[in-house]
């Protein structure tokens, strides 16, 4: 066999290998967490919050991905498991580029929860104003297409360990 023969050959596995890891049921189990982590996070108790939405969200999950994996579920339950599952990872993904739009406006922390009742934003910042908080909502308004209801708090580090 020629060298450029051989070659082929050997990308060619590469390549099947590469498609059958991907492919691979384990490769499907981590694609299903939608957390996006901020790292450039300073208070623990923010973190805490959004390890709390984290876990109960994840939950979610594998419920909806139990109901997708059963042989007798309906179609009409599988496609309503799959819309759902969907949409929690685009609203994981959406709390995400709030936050850090937030913290690029020059906050400290961010913490972003939306839900069917509205939108929660807590911003840790030693001072507040009507101006930056209708930024903030203006902000979030663009972010997520169907939020009606948007309260901001601003809070102090004080403030934010005694709630």
Not at 16 to 33: G, Q, R
Request: glycine share 2%.
């Amino acid at each position: 066999m020629k060298k450029n023969q051989l070659a082929l050959i050997f990308l060619t596995l590469i390549t099947m290998l590469a498609v059958w890891y991907f492919k691979s049921p384990s490769a499907e189990e981590k694609e299903d967490d939608p957390t996006i982590f901020v790292t450039n996070t300073k208070n623990q108790v923010l973190t805490n919050m959004r390890e709390a939405i984290r876990k109960e969200r994840s939950q979610r999950l594998n419920e909806l991905n139990d109901i997708i994996a059963d042989e007798n579920a309906s179609i009409v339950s599988k496609t309503a498991a799959s819309i759902e599952k969907d949409e929690l990872s685009a609203l994981s993904e959406l709390e995400a580029l709030v936050e850090i739009k937030v913290m690029n406006l020059g906050y400290q922390d961010v913490f972003v929860h939306s839900s069917s009742s509205g939108t929660e934003v807590i911003v840790l910042a030693n001072e507040s104003s009507a101006t930056a908080a209708l930024d903030i909502i203006n902000l979030v308004s663009e972010t997520f297409d169907k939020t009606d209801n948007i309260v901001v708090n601003f809070m102090t580090q004080d403030q934010l360990n005694k709630a």
